[in-house]
C-alpha cells in the first residue's frame, strides 16, 4: 500500500548481527502494530505502538514511532536463526481501529 | 497472547465446489473479525470486516456473493468461497480483534489465525 512503506524488502544479516527494519506511513497513525510471519503461516503479534515517541523492547526485539507518528522501527539486537521470517507493520490511521493497513514486508535471512 | 484458531489449514477442491474456512477466537470475544487474502510473496490484502450480529463490510473490488460472510456468535467467523475457481486458489488468513483498553486507550490488537491455503483444481 502507497499509505505504508517498509523498507527493506529483504534483508541478510550473519547471525549475531542487528538489524533494522522501518515503516513509513504518509498519515498520522493512530496506532503502529508489528507482526512477524513465516512462510505458509499466520502472522504473530510483537508490539503494538500508540504514542509520538513511544518504545517497546521484548527479547532483543525494540520497537520504536516517532514523536510525529508517522515513522516506526524495529530493531533486531544479535541476531538468530529464530528471528528469521517475514516482518510486517499494520498501521491503523484511524481512531475507530477497524481496520489495519499492511506495509508489503520484510524478509529477513538470518545466516548462521 | 490471544489465541485465535483457524480450519482448515489446507484444502483442495474441485472447481465449481463451495468451501468454507472457520475462525474462532479461543480466549477472547471477537465482536470484529477480519479476513484478509495472500498472493505468494506478498502483503495481506483486506477483504472484508465481519461484524457479529450484522453484515460484513466488504472492501471495494471483492465480490460478496463469491465471498460468504458469517459472524453468528462472539468467536466464530466463517467465510464461504463459493463456486470455486483455479483463480480463487490463494492463502486465506482471518483475524479476530480483541479490544482490550488501557486506560482511556483501546489496543484494539488484531490476532490472526495460521491461514488456510485454498487449491481449485
Known amino acids: 500500500s502507497q499509505e505504508l512503506e517498509q523498507s527493506p524488502q529483504s534483508l541478510i544479516v550473519q547471525e549475531g548481527k542487528n538489524l533494522t527494519i522501518n515503516c513509513t506511513s504518509s498519515?498520522?497513525?493512530?496506532?503502529l502494530y508489528w507482526y512477524k510471519q513465516k512462510y505458509g503461516e499466520g502472522l504473530i503479534f510483537l508490539m503494538m505502538?500508540?504514542?509520538?515517541?513511544e518504545e517497546k523492547s521484548h527479547e532483543k526485539i525494540t520497537a520504536k514511532l516517532d514523536e510525529k507518528k508517522q515513522q516506526s522501527s524495529l530493531h533486531i539486537t544479535a541476531s538468530q536463526p529464530s528471528h528469521a521470517g517475514i516482518y510486517l507493520c499494520?498501521?491503523?490511521?484511524?481512531?475507530?481501529?477497524?481496520?489495519?493497513?499492511f506495509g508489503g514486508g520484510t524478509r529477513v535471512l538470518v545466516k548462521p | 497472547g490471544a489465541v485465535v484458531s483457524q480450519h482448515p489449514s489446507w484444502v483442495i477442491c474441485k472447481s465449481g465446489t463451495s468451501v468454507k474456512i472457520e475462525c474462532r477466537s479461543l480466549?477472547?470475544?471477537?465482536?470484529?473479525m477480519f479476513w484478509y487474502r495472500q498472493f505468494p510473496k506478498q502483503s495481506l490484502m483486506l477483504m472484508a470486516t465481519?461484524?457479529?450480529?450484522?453484515?460484513?463490510?466488504?472492501e471495494q473490488g471483492v465480490e460478496k456473493d463469491k465471498f460468504l460472510i458469517n459472524h453468528a456468535s462472539l468467536t466464530l467467523s466463517t467465510l464461504t468461497v463459493t463456486s470455486a475457481h483455479p483463480e480463487d486458489s490463494s492463502f486465506y488468513i482471518c483475524?479476530?480483534?480483541?479490544?482490550?483498553?488501557?486506560?482511556?486507550?483501546?489496543?484494539?490488537?488484531?490476532?490472526f489465525g495460521a491461514g488456510t491455503r485454498l487449491s481449485v483444481l
Open positions: 483475524s479476530a480483534r480483541d479490544q482490550e483498553t488501557e486506560g482511556y486507550s483501546a489496543k484494539n490488537i488484531q490476532y
Open positions: 498519515k498520522t497513525l493512530y496506532g
Open positions: 505502538l500508540q504514542k509520538g515517541g
Open positions: 499494520g498501521a491503523d490511521h484511524k481512531a475507530a481501529g477497524n481496520k489495519l493497513t
Open positions: 480466549d477472547f470475544q471477537a465482536t470484529t
Open positions: 465481519s461484524n457479529e450480529g450484522s453484515k460484513a463490510t466488504y
